[in-house]
């Protein structure tokens, strides 16, 4: 008795813990009582929460590789978290290796190259969908930057004080480009948004001063960028 109610709770937590990886629907079916009372479904029960345990563990398991940490965010997933401070060409794999296991690098995180003032070019892998909130901002000596199709969406403040920016491919997968993402780039002189986004947040090119060209979707919804 005393084991089925420790368990019962156990499960319960993992059902709240569980929800954002939509796993609830399953565990609340196998967690009934009326499954409970069959051994063969115990056990079942007892090995996937298990595992689903030890996904719980993982996710947010940080390592780090040469100059760059990673966070695990899925059992087949990282972020590029953060990367020293003095680095100056990045050229980032689409995978990573770690005790064995390989992972897609599928983010560039909030603040991950913020401040990196000595960085001058990054290229970014077709793994990566999202850039984070000023993953790159006040990088002061980024001249390029191609953002590639696989990215959906770029942070706000991304990009803002990239001063020595003079050009941004923004690839055409990308639906939102956030607020002042490239506010105060002001080395920047032309850039094409192309027919996939559908939202730039406000003042996302403001005091971009020597900005003379801008080619546009007409179909954009523009707050003020």
């Known amino acids: 008795m005393l084991f089925r109610l420790g368990f019962c709770r156990f499960a319960i937590f993992l059902q709240k813990s569980l929800y954002k990886f939509g796993t609830f629907n399953i565990i609340y079916y196998l967690c009934s009582r009326k499954y409970l009372n069959n051994k063969i479904m115990k056990r079942v029960l007892f090995t996937l929460c298990m595992v689903l345990s030890t996904i719980l563990i993982m996710a947010g398991k940080r390592f780090t590789i040469g100059k760059y940490t990673f966070e695990i965010t899925s059992p087949t997933e990282v972020e590029l978290d953060k990367v020293d401070k003095s680095v100056s060409s990045v050229n980032l794999l689409p995978t990573i290796t770690y005790q064995g296991t390989t992972y897609r690098v599928t983010s560039i995180g909030k603040y991950t190259f913020c401040y990196c003032s000595s960085l001058t070019s990054v290229t970014i892998p077709n793994s990566v969908i999202s850039i984070g909130e000023r993953a790159f901002y006040k990088c002061s000596?980024?001249?390029?930057?191609?953002?590639?199709?696989?990215?959906?969406?770029?942070?706000?403040?991304?990009?803002?004080?990239?001063?020595?920016?003079?050009?941004?491919?923004?690839?055409?997968?990308?639906?939102?480009?956030?607020?002042?993402?490239?506010?105060?780039?002001?080395?920047?002189?032309?850039?094409?948004?192309?027919?996939?986004?559908?939202?730039?947040?406000?003042?996302?090119?403001?005091?971009?001063?020597?900005?003379?060209?801008?080619?546009?979707?007409?179909?954009?919804?523009?707050?003020?960028?």
């Open 141 to 225: 000596s980024l001249t390029s930057v191609t953002i590639p199709n696989s990215v959906t969406s770029i942070g706000e403040y991304a990009f803002r004080y990239c001063s020595s920016l003079t050009s941004v491919t923004v690839g055409n997968s990308v639906t939102s480009i956030g607020v002042q993402a490239f506010y105060k780039c002001s080395s920047l002189t032309s850039v094409t948004i192309p027919n996939s986004v559908t939202s730039i947040g406000s003042s996302a090119f403001y005091y971009c001063s020597s900005l003379t060209s801008v080619t546009i979707n007409s179909d954009a919804i523009v707050n003020k960028a």
